[in-house]
């Protein structure tokens, strides 16, 4: 026997934890190789990143909590547990993407047009006096004896 179970899980050992080990480091290579030097990025990847975390949270909501709880839902078939999957990756997608849009930044214009306030155009903006009777130097500079 070359794996043990503890309390009831699987745990690697030997021959088996090396063969996990070179897969995640060839697949991370792989990965890395084809996004940094070959340029390729799939959108639905990127998008997926970026929303990572709250997609994690949605992901943990949906599965528990409305699937196995509310509606008792058991995979008994491996059909209908990657049928499912399927379902479930194509829509954390969309929730990616929706999140996306919501959470998006301003263009700069809609920034710049905020910064200047209601008035922007009607009062030409020009930077308060400077306080002639205040000395240039910095804070430090004065504080040093």
């Not at 949605?58 to 059909?79: E, N, R």
């Not at 547990?81 to 479930?88: E, G, K, P, Q, R």
């Not at 200047?116 to 004065?142: C, F, K, N, Y």
Request: proline residues 7%; hydrophobic residues 55%; positive net charge.
């Amino acid at each position: 026997m070359r794996d043990f179970i503890v309390n009831h899980h699987w745990t690697p050992r030997g021959v088996t934890l090396l063969w996990v080990g070179a897969v995640l480091f060839g697949s991370t290579s792989a990965a890395w190789y084809l996004m940094d030097h070959r340029g390729w990025a799939p959108r639905w990847l990127v998008e997926l990143g970026q929303t990572a975390m709250m997609l994690y949270f949605v992901h943990q909501i949906i599965v528990f909590t409305v699937v196995k709880k509310w509606l008792g839902v058991a995979f008994h078939s491996w059909l209908g547990y990657w049928v499912a999957n399927v379902v479930l990756m194509v829509l954390l997608l969309y929730i990616g993407k929706a999140w996306l849009w919501l959470t998006a930044a301003p263009p700069p214009e809609a920034l710049a047009a905020r910064r200047a306030g209601p008035l922007h155009g009607v009062i030409a903006a020009q930077p308060p006096p400077r306080r002639r009777d205040v000395p240039a130097t910095s804070w430090h500079a004065s504080r040093s004896h």
